[in-house]
């Protein structure tokens, strides 16, 4: 299956990495010539075609696996477990952004089959980065300020502010999940992370379904990690994430909570 995005919606405010993150890690392949950065990825605009007005600077790609339903996780990307089109134009933004540009020029998602008979599938997305070299919005230099949200567009849509509370796309190639179930069987829709309630305590009528470790790898803002364990707990069906708690170990740091869920479904 195959969409094309010709949508210009913005997106909200990216998590920055702790200082002990070394530089922004792109997950995204950028091929062609950098430039200063004009604009933050939240106000790259998506464009159907290129015209005179623009500057085509390269072109830009991102992937993912996903594979669905409740199970053993083992170091797995949080990019892979909430793998999607949405994330992964994330991703493009943030990499057109830090390439300079200012633009995606049709951008397109496809989905296929790892194998024939398999459950799992890879998701790609890809588009050309462009700039402005003429009419109202070119700049002959860098701006002071990078532009933060695109001129003229309406407030922040409930997805936008959803997409606040997220990682950004780059750390959630970056984030890795692992959970050791502790019940046999287990089978609800997947949820998402809004939709997850985060409690200090496991309620009477719930059970324990496992804790779930998001890591991250030379240290991520805690923040991020946090909303990645109740985003992992939604893909995986938990309506519920119990008693979250974080620390630093020396290879970064580390989220922790109890995954739990109603033993009856109402």
């Excluded at 091929?31 to 604009?39: N, Q």
């Excluded at 909303?227 to 994430?241: E, F, H, K, W």
């Amino acid at each position: 299956m195959t969409w094309n995005l010709r949508s210009g919606a913005g997106f909200g405010m990216l998590l920055a990495c702790s200082v002990g993150c070394a530089g922004r890690f792109d997950p995204a392949s950028f091929e062609g010539t950098r430039e200063p950065r004009r604009a933050e990825p939240e106000a790259v605009l998506e464009v159907a075609a290129s015209t005179a007005e623009m500057e085509k600077l390269g072109k830009v790609h991102a992937s993912c696996r996903l594979r669905t339903g409740f199970r053993r996780l083992d170091g797995e990307r949080l990019s892979d477990l909430d793998c999607s089109t949405e994330r992964l134009l994330w991703a493009l933004h943030e990499s057109a952004a830090s390439a300079g540009g200012e633009l995606l020029v049709g951008a397109r998602c496809s989905a296929r089959r790892v194998d024939k008979g398999s459950q799992e599938s890879e998701v790609r997305c890809t588009s050309e980065v462009a700039r402005y070299v003429a009419g109202p919005l070119a700049n002959s230099r860098p701006l002071s300020v990078p532009r933060s949200r695109a001129q003229g567009q309406p407030a922040p849509t409930a997805s936008d502010v959803r997409r606040i509370d997220e990682p950004d796309a780059s750390l959630s190639f970056r984030i890795t999940l692992s959970f050791e179930p502790v019940v046999r069987a287990y089978d609800r829709p997947a949820l998402r992370g809004d939709q997850v309630h985060e409690l200090p305590r496991l309620p009477l009528a719930d059970q324990s379904l496992g804790d779930l470790i998001a890591s991250c790898a030379g240290g991520c803002d805690e923040q991020a990690l946090r909303a990645s364990v109740l985003t992992a707990a939604g893909r995986l069906g938990a309506p519920d994430v119990v008693g979250v708690r974080c620390y630093r170990s020396a290879a970064g740091n580390d989220c922790v909570g109890t995954l739990a869920a109603p033993e009856r479904r109402e």
